[in-house]
């Protein structure tokens, strides 16, 4: 009888922690995406408007400037101000999300102003 309830005490627990384990997942989950709404969208540079990022909410994005041929994707992680982005060369790239105030936003990537 011990016995059994050792094994039931231990499939509660165990279950338990399954259950929790796989709630913080979602709520991660979830979290980045609300994030990566931020900066969703298509960001055009201000110096060269034909260079173009354009971030999707789950966690992907392309760079092309078509007046030099160039078109790239990959994935990116944003924390609220730092958008780390790996290319499809697996290089990292990292830029910086910038607030100053109401409706004023920009990112700030390789020396460059990017805007919607």
């Given amino acids: 009888m011990k016995i059994w309830k ?14 929790f384990t796989a709630c913080d997942k979602d709520e991660d989950e979830q979290e ?7 900066i969703a969208g298509v960001w055009h540079c201000y110096d060269y408007p ?10 992907t994005y392309t760079e092309s400037l078509p007046e ?3 078109y790239d994707a990959g994935t990116y992680t944003f924390d609220g101000t730092v958008i780390r982005m790996v290319d499809s060369y697996g290089d990292v790239w990292v830029a910086s999300y910038v607030t100053e105030g109401p409706g004023k936003v920009y990112i700030s990537y390789d020396g460059d102003i990017f805007v919607r």
């Fill in 6 to 19: 050792l094994l039931m005490l231990l499939f509660v627990l165990g279950t338990t922690s399954v259950a």
């Fill in 32 to 38: 980045a995406q609300n994030k990566n709404a931020q």
């Fill in 50 to 59: 034909s260079w173009i990022l354009s971030f999707s909410t789950n966690g």
């Fill in 68 to 70: 030099e041929g160039y």
